[in-house]
């Protein structure tokens, strides 16, 4: 199936620093999502970036695609401790139904 | 109020137990979704309906069956629990063009089978 990878796994960095994570994917896509989940919580709906475009941004997060490489990323500027949480990429291709990746763990320390 | 709202939030049952995952929601989408979580692991998806009268299998359908009883009402059920099935369970929606449309989810229903 058409599972994302996040890389890192985990990331662990100061409030005020930026934090960039990676996703990988393996065949042609329709549009890719980035998640966020609080621990325990339901994921949040990010940014949506579809396959002919290749940056957006929303407020302090910047999303990048690559469909050449078959990656995307997640840059969060300016990080809070509030960002705190994990981050999911997840994409479709054809009619297919969204697949999520494993996610990165952002932990910001204050 | 919760646009997707999942009852449970905690349940703890026994192995070989019949139990039922009910979700609801405000939104009025057409779409809806079952997901698993397992620790640091990502979504799996269980089972989906696009309508009332749609109901298909995800990658994980096996011990697990659904009814969309209504557009706003979509429950997943454990015919007989077992151990690995012990989870964190999600419904989510999304909006009919799915294609652009990112999913909204519950809250979660944290399941363990003893």
């Known amino acids: 199936s058409q599972q994302g990878e996040e890389d890192p796994q985990a990331l662990s960095i100061q409030e005020g620093e930026n934090a960039t994570m990676n996703c990988s994917y393996k065949t042609s896509i329709n549009n890719l999502q980035w998640y966020r989940q609080n621990s325990g919580r339901g994921l949040v709906h990010l940014i949506l970036?579809?396959?002919?475009?290749r940056e957006k941004h929303s407020g302090r997060l910047r999303v990048t695609l690559d469909t050449s490489k078959k990656s995307s990323s997640l840059l969060i500027t300016a990080s809070r401790a509030a960002d705190t949480a994990s981050y999911f990429c997840?994409?479709?291709?054809?009619?297919?139904?969204?697949?999520f990746g494993k996610g990165t763990m952002l932990l910001v320390s204050p | 109020d919760a646009d997707v709202t999942q009852t449970p939030r905690n349940r703890i049952t026994k192995t070989g137990k019949r139990i039922m995952l009910e979700c609801s929601q405000t939104k009025g989408h057409d779409r809806m979704y079952w997901y698993r979580q397992d620790p640091g692991l990502g979504l799996q998806l269980i089972y989906y309906s696009f309508d009332v009268k749609d109901i298909n299998k995800g990658e994980i359908s096996d011990g697990y069956s659904v009814s969309r009883q209504a557009q706003a009402k979509f429950s997943l059920s454990l015919e007989s629990a077992i151990p690995n099935q012990t989870a964190l369970y999600f419904c989510?929606?999304?909006?009919?063009?799915?294609?652009?449309?990112?999913?909204?989810f519950g809250n979660g229903t944290r399941l363990t089978v003893t």
């Open positions: 970036i579809r396959s002919n475009e």
């Open positions: 997840a994409m479709n291709s054809g009619y297919s139904t969204l697949t």
């Open positions: 989510a929606t999304s909006f009919k063009q799915w294609t652009l449309s990112p999913l909204h």
